[in-house]
């Protein structure tokens, strides 16, 4: 069986710690991941905390990967990151973290898995990761781009500001 490559996207998000620090650490884990490479890099976003919002701000953006992992064993190495590289705690949902990675996108693929569902099930709902997302991949499937708020009359986002991105090693990026 042929293993082919896959463009994914991540959203990555912290509110604790200095978040550009935690985002920049975060983001040098996935390049060392074993047959991924880091794409792009969206702008960064400020933004108010969402579902528990008595918190700090985060800060947030997306980067897309090339990989040749599998979903699940993506996830695998995201949870590792997460968890054991960065300290993050096992809290409540939506509360203050060091740092969360989301997978987003993988290809085309259509995932509804117990604990893992691509695409991720909040972007439309999440200003902070549609926004870095259409900067990377304009062209999002269409049963997801119906979702997003853009283009209608009323459409104002006041919890989300593009902040100035902090240098990132150009090695990173390939």
Known sequence: MPI????????????????TKQLKV???HINNLPRTKIIKLAPWYQSK??????????INTVIEIRTLLTPM?????????????????F???WHARVIDIDILLVGRQLINRKELTIPHPWIAQRPFVWLPLLKLKA????????????????HKIESCWEIPQPKIHRNLVR
């Open 73 to 89: 064993a993506l996830l695998k190495a995201i949870k590792t990151i997460e968890y054991r590289l960065m300290h993050r705690q």
């Open 139 to 154: 062209n999002l499937p269409l049963s997801l781009r119906k979702k997003l708020p853009i283009g209608h009359k009323n």
């Open 4 to 19: 082919h490559t896959k463009n994914c996207f991540l959203g990555l998000g912290s509110n604790l710690k200095n978040p």
């Open 26 to 28: 975060a983001i040098k």
């Open 49 to 58: 905390a969402w579902g528990v919002t008595d918190q700090h701000d985060f």
């Open 91 to 93: 809290n409540q949902r």
